[in-house]
C-alpha cells in the first residue's frame, strides 16, 4: 500500500496580515510524518529524540534548532521515557519578502550545502532561547507595533541561525542522501501563492523566472511533489473552501474570485477533488 505523509494547510492567523503563529508543544510519543506549506522553526527547550527531514535524520536535545521548509516531509521520534518540549513557529514566506533584502533572506532558504539544523550549547543556546522567549511573550501580548515586532524577531532569529550554521558547518548529519533543493526555486513558489488568483500559465513563469517551461515543471514537481496543474488547483480550492464555509458569496463569485474563468469549470474541479459539488460542501460544512 502506498503511503503518503499529511498535508497540513493551516496554522492560527495564516490568513491576517501578520501570518505567523508561534506556540509550546510537549510531544510525549513525537509527531507523524507530515509536510506543509509553510515556513516552520522549532526550537527544544527539554526532552531528547529524532528527528527526519527527508531522508536526512538528526538528533534533538536542548538547543536544537530546525528551520523547516515547505514541502519537506518530517517526522519527529521521541526517545523512550523522555518528552520532547519545544518552540514551534509557523510563518509565511511572505514575511521574508517585505524588504529590499530579500535575496539576503532567501538565501537563508538553501539547504542544499547547509544542514537544516543546528545544535546550540553555552551562550548561544542562552541568547537563542532569551530571542525565542521574548518573540513568544511579544506574540501573547496586544502591545503597540506587535505585529512589526514580531516580524523583525523572527528575523533576527533566522539570521542568527543562519550565522551559526555557517560557522559551524561541520556538524555530521546521519545520512546517505542531502536535500537538493536550491533556494533559487522559492522565489517560483512565492510568486504562485501570490497569483493563483489569476489566470496564472507554465508560460507565464517561464518568462518571468527565465526558464524553459519543462524546468519550471520540474522544480514545482520535485519541491510539492505536485505537478503544476495540480498545485495551482490546490491553492485555488483551498481558499474556495474557506469562502464557502466563511462568506456568503455565490458559487459564482467564488469561482471567479479564486481564479476560474466559470462556475462550470470549478464545479468540475471541485467535485473531483472534493467528492461534492461546492454547493453541497457548503451545506454539510453549516450542519456540522
Known sequence: MTYFPDYLKTYPNMNTTSPLHISINKLEHGFRPHRHDFLEFSFVFAGSGLESINDTTHRM???????????????????????????????????????????????VLDHSILPPFIQLEGDDLAHMQQLIEDMYSEYQSEAPWRELMLQMRLKEILIYFDRYRRKHANQPIISNQGNKTRAAVWPIIHYIHRHYQDNLTLAELASTFSLSMSRISEVIKHTTGQTFVHFLHDLRLRHACSLLISTDLSVSEIA?????????????????????????YRKLKQLS
Open 61 to 107: 536535545a536542548s538547543g536544537t534548532f530546525t528551520f523547516l521548509l515547505p514541502y519537506q516531509v518530517h517526522e519527529i521520534i521521541t526517545d523512550k521515557g523522555s518528552k520532547l518540549q519545544l518552540y514551534n513557529c509557523s510563518f509565511s514566506m511572505d514575511l521574508l519578502m517585505e524588504t529590499r533584502q530579500e535575496q539576503t533572506l532567501l538565501d
Open 256 to 280: 471567479l474570485e479564486v481564479g476560474y474563468g466559470s462556475y462550470t469549470t470549478f464545479s468540475r474541479i471541485f467535485k473531483q477533488s472534493k467528492g461534492i459539488v461546492p454547493k453541497d
